[in-house]
Nanobody, 112 residues
Framework: QAQVVASGGGLVQPGGSLRLSCVASGFTFDTLGLGWYRQAPGKERELLATMNRSGGDTYTSDSVRERFTVSRDNPKSTTYLQIKDLKPEDTGVYYC?????WGQGTQVTVSS
């Protein structure tokens, strides 16, 4: 059974950092591209970053490019979203997609 489990969110002070993770199981992770998304309260889900199956080709939204880094570890069937210098506007639920599979989301709250 295909499954994607997200983790790493939490309550963080402005200026802090987080590393979000999504671990895949039940399907072949390294054959699939992936994406990270954010849904802020009251807003639509937005695309933050994508990465191709090898990790050699990435896209990061202009709005977060300087602070967000997407990566993947194919042997571990895991993708990461490293976030630095967190801002209150980064608050939201963060989702990953791997192929057509979606994680359940992990909540990030940035507040002092």
């Amino acid at each position: 059974q295909a499954q994607v489990v997200a983790s790493g969110g939490g309550l963080v002070q402005p200026g802090g950092s987080l590393r979000l993770s999504c671990v895949a199981s039940g399907f072949t992770f390294d054959t699939l591209g992936l994406g990270w998304y954010r849904q802020a309260p009251g807003k639509e889900r937005e695309l933050l970053a994508t990465m191709n199956r090898s990790g050699g080709d990435t896209y990061t939204s202009d709005s977060v490019r300087e602070r967000f880094t997407v990566s993947r570890d194919n042997p571990k069937s895991t993708t990461y979203l490293q976030i630095k210098d967190l801002k209150p506007e980064d608050t939201g639920v963060y989702y990953c997609s791997i192929g057509i599979e979606w994680g359940q989301g992990t909540q990030v709250t940035v507040s002092s």
